[in-house]
Antibody, heavy 113, light 110 residues
Framework: QVQLVESGGGVVQPGGSLRLSCATYGFTFSNYGMHWVRQAPGKGLEWVAFIRSDGSNEYYADSVKGRFTISRDNSRNTLYLQMNSLRAEDTAVYYC??????WGQGTLVTVSS | QSVLTQPPSASGTPGQRVIISCSGSSSNIGSNNVYWYQQLPGTAPKLLIYRNNQRPSGVPDRFSGSKSGTSASLATSGLRSEDEADYYCAAWDDSLSAWVFGGGTKLTVL
């Protein structure tokens, strides 16, 4: 059974950094592209980033380009999102998703002073 | 402002058929597959339709998807109270080199 478990969320000050992790279970992680998608409180879904199965290519939303970095460790079956220069508008629940098919339960990131 | 346009709300009575639209452009819906998601209150999104009209196993056949040109739609027939949720469409955009989501449609069962 596919399982995705996000962690690393919390409260951070504007300009700060945070690293999210997504531990995966129940499938061959190295065979699948992975995404991060976020949802601000009371708002819709916003795609954040994608990384290919072998880590060869990354794609980002314009809103996070240059500040966020998606990466993966296929030996640990884990996806990461390094978030730098955080802004208030980055406040959201962050979901990891396998091929936009299976989704984790999300981790809340709050950017506030 | 979302790249894909959905009506903010839709409603129907139990047993009715409701259709939610998703309008895009030639760079997204017009040239790529459309996906639909259901998000129940307080939960993560769930894949409802993939590749325009395919249902993952376990999704009732009351849900169906279609695509024509630069628009797509999600139909829910035999509406049930448990269908009350937010629904989102998504597609890859060739011009943006990014995935784009619709703004979401809140479906209310009256």
């Amino acid at each position: 059974q596919v399982q995705l478990v996000e962690s690393g969320g919390g409260v951070v000050q504007p300009g700060g950094s945070l690293r999210l992790s997504c531990a995966t279970y129940g499938f061959t992680f190295s065979n699948y592209g992975m995404h991060w998608v976020r949802q601000a409180p009371g708002k819709g879904l916003e795609w954040v980033a994608f990384i290919r199965s072998d880590g060869s290519n990354e794609y980002y939303a314009d809103s996070v380009k240059g500040r966020f970095t998606i990466s993966r460790d296929n030996s640990r079956n884990t996806l990461y999102l390094q978030m730098n220069s955080l802004r208030a508008e980055d406040t959201a629940v962050y979901y990891c998703a396998k091929d936009l098919w299976d989704w984790g339960q999300g981790t809340l990131v709050t950017v506030s002073s | 402002q979302s790249v894909l346009t959905q009506p903010p709300s839709a409603s129907g009575t139990p047993g009715q058929r409701v259709i939610i639209s998703c309008s895009g452009s030639s760079s997204n819906i017009g040239s790529n597959n459309v996906y639909w998601y259901q998000q129940l209150p307080g939960t993560a999104p769930k894949l409802l339709i993939y590749r325009n009209n395919q249902r993952p196993s376990g999704v009732p056949d009351r849900f169906s998807g279609s695509k024509s040109g630069t628009s797509a739609s999600l139909a829910t027939s035999g509406l049930r109270s448990e269908d009350e949720a937010d629904y989102y469409c998504a597609a890859w955009d060739d011009s943006l080199s990014a995935w784009v989501f619709g703004g979401g449609t809140k479906l209310t069962v009256l």
